[in-house]
């Protein structure tokens, strides 16, 4: 159909005279937080490149968000749009739970994409390129931290949105190889394991942890499986951290003065087993299913025993937030305790505030994700690199 050619040139047009305008949203917000934010529009890009551009599709928590949590009913526990947050890279705050960028802005970078924008931004209606469903508190259980989330079966809501949206201007035949051309990265599951212990939630009581963790992966796999059979094939993954030894979680109890919360950590260690345990078998069982799975865990261990060998100063304690190792979440005076330090150079800190990690370390990480190699057990079977190259 005649109509459809033309509509599918126009879309390529209006794609290029994107990467050519620098254009710049400024919406206003109904924030709890603070108002006055922005995000940063991608930057110009040659537009030849862009149409057979890998795009790039992120689905998660705060490790990933990029301010979608901005645009929905929170709380300021969920949000990251005041000062300090973005003061290092942005100069303002984007949503992101960072000094500066997240490990996706660096992979987009490396894989020649502008900077993925949130889903929920008013006026963005390009996803040619990928698009970040990811929000902070977000977990694969619907329970967690619901009311103020957007859990992980909602972000898939959002991506069949976005898949209706490529049929329509691509075509059904370009769309779905638009969808197996992408990768998609995951991050997801601690706040599932963390949140019963930050709330007053008893769902910990009523399942065992390998059911509760067999839950938490069930929900994740039912995600990856319904991306697959639309057309994806290349998947990115990181495996939690050590939860229980973040400085939020440290000060969680009194009565351990301090040290890590073993009760999440063993959480951990079943997730993460039955993480490595499911991709393996997915790769069996999906024709043409590839991933990536990043040792988060063991890459954020040695920075913390080792701070100096990677170019920090301080492993354990936050470079914003209150009191033992600044692991009260005050970080931005909006929460309900209001004063808080504030370091004077994140690039000394690993940790940025109670919960997350500072720009320096994101970048670190997100280049072993993109180039690190499979013998040295931090990456594989796939590199995210290799993700990008291969079709
Ligand atoms: C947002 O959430 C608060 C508290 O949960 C509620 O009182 C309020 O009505 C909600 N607002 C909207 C617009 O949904
Ligand atoms: C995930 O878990 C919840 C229970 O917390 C369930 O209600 C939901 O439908 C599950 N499935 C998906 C795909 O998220
Ligand atoms: C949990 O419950 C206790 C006692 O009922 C209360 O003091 C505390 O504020 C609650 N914590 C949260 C995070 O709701
Ligand atoms: C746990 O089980 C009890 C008793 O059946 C129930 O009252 C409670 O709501 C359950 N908690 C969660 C979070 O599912
Ligand atoms: C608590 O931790 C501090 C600092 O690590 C230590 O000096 C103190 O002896 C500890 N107190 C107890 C009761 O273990």
Same mark, same amino acid.
Not at 112 to 129: K, T, V
Not at 201 to 208: C, E, P
Not at 220 to 249: A, Q, S, W
Not at 294 to 323: I, V, W
């Given at each position: 159909?005649?109509?459809?050619?033309?509509?599918?040139?126009?879309?390529?047009?209006?794609?290029?005279?994107?990467?050519?305008?620098?254009?710049?949203?400024?919406?206003?917000?109904?924030?709890?937080?603070?108002?006055?934010?922005?995000?940063?529009?991608?930057?110009?890009?040659?537009?030849?490149?862009?149409?057979?551009?890998?795009?790039?599709?992120?689905?998660?928590?705060?490790?990933?968000?990029?301010?979608?949590?901005?645009?929905?009913?929170?709380?300021?526990?969920?949000?990251?749009?005041?000062?300090?947050?973005?003061?290092?890279?942005?100069?303002?705050?984007?949503?992101?739970?960072?000094?500066?960028?997240?490990?996706?802005?660096?992979?987009?970078?490396?894989?020649?994409?502008?900077?993925?924008?949130?889903?929920?931004?008013?006026?963005?209606?390009?996803?040619?390129?990928?698009?970040?469903?990811?929000?902070?508190?977000?977990?694969?259980?619907?329970?967690?931290?619901? =009311?103020?989330?957007?859990? +992980? #079966?909602?972000?898939?809501?959002?991506?069949?949105?976005?898949? !209706?949206? $490529? %049929? &329509?201007?691509?075509?059904?035949?370009?769309?779905?190889?638009?969808?197996?051309?992408?990768?998609?990265?995951?991050?997801?599951?601690?706040?599932?394991?963390?949140?019963?212990?930050?709330?007053?939630?008893?769902?910990?009581?009523?399942?065992?942890?390998?059911?509760?963790?067999?839950?938490?992966?069930?929900?994740?796999?039912?995600?990856?499986?319904?991306?697959?059979?639309?057309?994806?094939?290349?998947?990115?993954?990181?495996?939690?951290?050590?939860?229980?030894?973040?400085?939020?979680?440290?000060?969680?109890?009194?009565?351990?003065?301090?040290?890590?919360?073993?009760?999440?950590?063993?959480?951990?260690?079943?997730?993460?087993?039955?993480?490595?345990?499911?991709?393996? =078998?997915?790769?069996?069982? +999906? #024709?043409?299913?590839?991933?990536?799975?990043?040792?988060?865990? !063991?890459? $954020? %261990? &040695?920075?913390?025993?080792?701070?100096?060998?990677?170019?920090?100063?301080?492993?354990?304690?936050?470079?914003?937030?209150?009191?033992?190792?600044?692991?009260?979440?005050?970080?931005?005076?909006?929460?309900?305790?209001?004063?808080?330090?504030?370091?004077?150079?994140?690039?000394?800190?690993?940790?940025?505030?109670?919960?997350?990690?500072?720009?320096?370390?994101?970048?670190?990480?997100?280049?072993?994700?993109?180039?690190?190699?499979?013998?040295?057990?931090?990456?594989?079977?796939?590199?995210?690199?290799?993700?990008?190259?291969?079709?």
């Amino acid at each position: 159909m005649i109509n459809e050619a033309m509509e599918k040139n126009l879309i390529m047009a209006r794609l290029s005279s994107l990467f050519f305008i620098s254009l710049f949203l400024h919406v206003a917000l109904i924030a709890t937080c603070c108002i006055g934010i922005s995000q940063q529009q991608p930057k110009k890009h040659a537009a030849a490149a862009a149409a057979m551009a890998v795009p790039f599709f992120l689905f998660g928590d705060s490790f990933l968000d990029v301010g979608n949590n901005n645009y929905i009913n929170t709380s300021t526990l969920d949000r990251a749009n005041c000062w300090p947050y973005g003061e290092t890279y942005f100069k303002f705050p984007t949503g992101r739970f960072s000094d500066g960028r997240l490990v996706s802005d660096f992979i987009a970078e490396n894989a020649n994409l502008p900077l993925i924008q949130p889903f929920l931004q008013p006026g963005f209606r390009e996803y040619i390129l990928g698009v970040n469903f990811a929000s902070a508190g977000a977990g694969a259980l619907t329970e967690t931290f619901q =009311g103020f989330v957007i859990d +992980l #079966k909602t972000q898939l809501s959002y991506y069949y949105k976005v898949e !209706s949206w $490529l %049929r &329509q201007k691509l075509g059904n035949d370009d769309a779905k190889m638009t969808m197996s051309r992408a990768v998609y990265l995951f991050s997801i599951g601690s706040n599932d394991y963390m949140s019963p212990f930050l709330t007053n939630s008893t769902i910990l009581h009523n399942y065992s942890d390998s059911i509760y963790v067999g839950m938490v992966i069930g929900n994740l796999t039912t995600v990856i499986k319904e991306i697959y059979t639309r057309g994806g094939r290349k998947f990115g993954f990181i495996n939690l951290p050590d939860l229980g030894c973040l400085p939020g979680m440290k000060i969680t109890k009194s009565e351990n003065n301090g040290s890590c919360l073993e009760e999440v950590t063993s959480l951990v260690t079943l997730h993460n087993k039955a993480l490595s345990k499911l991709l393996f =078998g997915l790769e069996k069982r +999906l #024709k043409g299913f590839k991933y990536s799975l990043f040792d988060f865990n !063991s890459n $954020l %261990r &040695q920075r913390m025993h080792h701070p100096s060998k990677y170019g920090f100063k301080e492993g354990e304690a936050a470079c914003c937030g209150t009191g033992q190792y600044r692991g009260v979440f005050s970080c931005g005076g909006k929460r309900r305790v209001k004063e808080f330090q504030l370091c004077k150079n994140p690039n000394d800190y690993v940790f940025w505030d109670s919960f997350h990690l500072t720009e320096k370390i994101y970048k670190q990480l997100a280049d072993q994700m993109w180039s690190g190699t499979s013998n040295s057990h931090d990456v594989g079977p796939y590199n995210m690199s290799q993700l990008f190259r291969i079709h």
